[in-house]
């Protein structure tokens, strides 16, 4: 009996991992289990994705599947039309702030002029369907995945569910095909009201003559610096929809669930929308179009 006990003591503390081995293992595992949650999101939004897209399909071809024009009118007016005053005011700083940050390092050249330049590609290219996607996500995607969420919590899913009603169709649809909608005309609202500011201080405050100012910004800024633009608005758009939607279906733990996939939303949309910008940036430069 003796030998049988120090034979399983052995046993345990070989199974038993060391301090060390704690110490190297530990990262190890966390780094694994936010990989693997990481894959599991990304996963579960594509999943949403491609199940919203088949539906979007069936409505063009199967005459018995309507995705419901009324949801989607509303649901633009809720996302869209509510962030043109916020998504203005703040992209028309922007575009004051940035003129002005401009024009003295080009004043040591000499070449205060090309502050259009400047302003004319980054805005079009970059920072109006940027300012336009933050702002949407605090606005908008937050909100999406709140009411989501709360519908999930309130067992309101589940009662569609039990009527054959499919909460992707009825829910999920018309909510990303808004955000898509709005964030592609948000993108152009930020873009024209920031170039307009820019052009007001350069003008104003710079004194940079008008004729100067618009004749560069139209001899840099072309078709490929706004289609680019106008692409990234319906991408983000997707984005923000298809997020926001994943994260209020996914809630779990009631009210405070809520809340953690509201602030959850808030910072996924903004990383993604950030990484698919840079993809973007380098699918352009490698075409030519940057």
């Known amino acids: 009996m003796a030998e049988q006990q120090q034979t ?20 190890i595992g966390f780094i694994g289990q936010r990989v693997l949650s990481l894959l599991d999101r990304i996963g579960g ?29 509303s649901q633009i007016v809720r996302v ?15 575009g004051m ?21 400047i302003i004319g590609v980054a805005v079009l290219r ?15 995607g937050a909100s999406i995945a709140a009411e989501i969420g709360t519908m999930v919590v309130s067992e309101e899913i589940e009662a569609l569910e039990a009527h054959a009603l499919n909460p992707v169709r009825f829910l999920v649809v018309p909510r990303v095909i808004a955000s898509i909608m709005s964030m592609t005309a ?6 024209v009201v920031a170039i307009a500011m820019a052009t007001l201080v350069s003008v104003t405050l710079l004194e940079i003559p008008y004729p100067v100012f618009m004749g560069n910004l139209k001899a840099q800024a072309g078709m490929a610096d706004f289609v680019s633009g106008f692409v990234k608005g ?4 997707l984005l923000i929809g298809v997020i926001a939607c994943h994260n209020g279906l996914a809630v779990t733990g ?35 179009l940057v």
Do not use: M, Y
Request: aromatic residues 8%.
């Open 80 to 94: 869209g039309v509510r962030s043109i005053f916020i998504v203005s005011l703040v992209s028309g700083v922007v």
């Open 254 to 288: 009631g009210a405070a669930g809520v809340g953690s996939a509201t602030t959850n939303t808030v910072v996924h949309c903004v990383v993604a929308i950030i990484f698919a910008d840079l993809v973007f940036t380098a699918i352009f430069f490698a075409i030519g």
């Open 186 to 191: 948000l993108g152009v609202i930020a873009s």
């Open 45 to 73: 939004a594509l999943l949403l994705f491609l199940n919203g897209a088949g539906w979007v399909w069936r409505s063009f071809t199967e005459r018995r599947v309507r995705l419901g024009k009324r949801a989607i009118v």
């Open 234 to 237: 319906g991408v983000f758009g």
């Open 8 to 27: 399983r003591s052995a046993d345990r503390s070989f199974d038993r991992p060391g301090p060390l081995a704690t110490v190297v293992l530990a990262p």
């Open 97 to 117: 702030i940035l003129a002005i940050q401009l024009a003295p390092p080009l004043d040591e050249f000499g070449q205060r002029p090309l502050v259009a330049n």
């Open 126 to 140: 970059e920072l109006g369907p940027l300012i336009g996607a933050i702002v949407l996500t605090g606005f908008a």
